[in-house]
C-alpha cells in the first residue's frame, strides 16, 4: 500500500511537471529495475568550516541505462531529523547556521516506488570561533641583547591545540608563514623599539582578530 501511495504522488508530480511517462506492455509504470535508485553528492562541504552559508548538490549514480525518473529527498541532521518532501530538484542552499555538527542526507525514489537502499552523505563540522593566543615567554621591557626568542601557545573551542597554526611579525614587517611551531628565534636586532606579534588559525580556517602582543627596547 506504501509504495501504490509513493508511486501516485511521483506520477501526479511528473505529470505537473509536464513529462511524459512510457507505459509497459501491460500498459502500467514501466517494469522495476533490480537495483534500488542510488545517489551521489557532488558537492558541499566536509571536516571543519566557518562559513553559514552552505550548498549542495547531487546526482543520479544507478548503475542502469536508460536513467529512470527520479525524485529526490534530503535532510540536514544538526537541524532537523525531518525528511523534506519528494523533489526534482538537485541543489539546496542552507543559510544561517549555528555552531555545531552536521549530516546531510539525501535519497531518491524511482516511479515503482523503490527508495534508495542508503542515502548518500556528508558531515562537517561549522566552527566561526577564533582561537587565542598566550606569549609565554620573551623579552619585555628594555634590553641589551640583539637576538630574542619568544614561546606561545593557543587554545581553541574545537581544534585541539597541537593542531592549531600561527602566524608572527615584529614590528612593522610583513606576517610570517603559518607554522605549527611555537618558538621563533630573532636575531641581528638593531637598537630601537619593537613589538612583537603572534595569532593562531583553527582548522575550520578562523584566524585570531586580535593577536597577542608583547614590546620591548633594544638598547
Keep these: ?77 544538526g537541524l532537523s531529523d525531518n525528511w523534506l518532501e ?38 562537517f563540522t561549522l566552527d566561526t570561533v577564533p582561537p587565542n593566543t598566550l606569549i609565554k615567554s620573551g623579552p619585555s621591557g628594555v634590553i641589551s641583547t640583539n637576538k630574542v626568542v619568544f614561546t606561545w601557545m593557543g587554545s581553541d573551542n574545537l581544534t585541539p591545540t597541537p593542531q592549531l597554526l600561527y602566524s608572527y611579525r615584529l614590528h612593522n614587517t610583513l606576517w610570517s608563514t603559518w607554522i605549527s611551531a611555537t618558538q621563533v628565534e630573532i636575531t641581528d636586532l638593531n637598537e630601537g623599539e619593537y613589538t612583537f606579534y603572534v595569532r593562531a588559525k583553527d582548522k575550520a580556517g ?14
Excluded at 100 to 109: I, L, M, N, P, S
Design 206 to 219: 578562523n584566524v585570531e582578530a586580535n593577536p597577542a602582543i608583547r614590546s620591548f627596547t633594544v638598547q
Design 1 to 77: 500500500m506504501r509504495r501504490i501511495l509513493i508511486s501516485i504522488v511521483i506520477l501526479s508530480i511528473i505529470l505537473a511537471l509536464g513529462c511524459e511517462v512510457s507505459e509497459d506492455k501491460t500498459g502500467g509504470i514501466p517494469s522495476n529495475p533490480i537495483t534500488p535508485p542510488r545517489v551521489a553528492i557532488k558537492s558541499g562541504p566536509t571536516g571543519m568550516i566557518n562559513t553559514p552559508d552552505i550548498s549542495f548538490t547531487w546526482e543520479d549514480v544507478t548503475p542502469y541505462e536508460p536513467k529512470p525518473v527520479l525524485l529526490y529527498s534530503y535532510r540536514l541532521v
Design 86 to 123: 519528494w523533489t526534482s530538484a538537485t541543489e539546496v542552499d542552507f543559510v544561517y547556521l549555528l555552531d555545531g555538527k552536521y549530516t546531510f542526507e539525501v535519497k531518491a525514489v524511482d516511479l515503482a516506488g523503490h527508495i534508495s537502499d542508503k542515502p548518500a552523505t556528508r558531515s
